[in-house]
């Protein structure tokens, strides 16, 4: 691994009122706005770096993701199924069920593609067996992909759209696919890297969680209890590690004008006192710059 680490005074604190557990962060480049939700916490978040206008909106479930609609305004992935969120408004309005047992399974981690498809897993919480899985909403209809997952997490694709990652957070796994983005199809599953599982280690590095892939098609992933994140070649070489003040990252989006703005958000939830006195930080949005800018996220298109 090439020894090019970040201490801990890089990083900045993009917002500083702590979540329960956020997730999903989201640059939206035409607002010049980050979005990111609270799972637990059942509310998405909008804010205006510039200005440091801030805005939630309660949501009626957890939400798991979100995504720009190409119509305006963002699809949220909530337990119940897919909705609208009208961001001018805060008119929410269902688009779909969901097709799974609401009572042990929710949406988690998502991001679309080229063709404006909302790839979006699903989280088993009795967390016994792999019982999650990878959804495809395309055409305001749900497709199974059969990733069979516990906990889906890290959806990414390569800037050409002929890679999907998929990590399983708890196997300390991802996996990488082909994707065919004219059709929708994945196929040749192969793993990218398989972390440490034992917790116990002192080198313990955490698992993954969500993920991105900036413009040289490297994939960034966030290690959930391993207070870091990770820059992956497309090969599974950890090219990066920035270290971070919050144990628990969730999820990475790059933002700003130049899209060189690392955020990340990170989750204080069921955290231990200990632990929260150590990374006071839990739980807020965090930033920081790197040298190679991302890319801007797809819409979802009916």
Known sequence: MTDNSS????IDTAFDQPMLLGESPLWHAEEGALYWIDIPGKAVHRLHPDSRQHQCWDMPQEPGSIVKHAQGGLVVAL???MSHLNTQTGALTPMLDAPYDTTRIRFNDGRCDASGRFWCGTIYEPRDREAGTLY???RNRLRDAHHPVTTSNGVAFSPDQRLMYHA?????RINVYD???ATGATSNCRLLLQFDADKSSPDYGGRPDGAAVDSEGAYWC???EGARVLR???HGEILQEIRL???CPTMVAFGGTDLRTLYITTGRNGRSDDELSRYPLSGCVLSVRVEVPGRLEYSYRP
């Open 168 to 172: 399983n957070t708890p196997a300390h």
């Open 232 to 234: 992956l070649s497309p």
């Open 79 to 81: 337990r119940s199924g």
């Open 179 to 181: 994707y065919d983005l």
């Open 7 to 10: 201490p801990f005074e890089t």
């Open 245 to 247: 003040p919050a144990r």
């Open 222 to 224: 966030a290690m959930f």
């Open 136 to 138: 495809c909403f395309e």
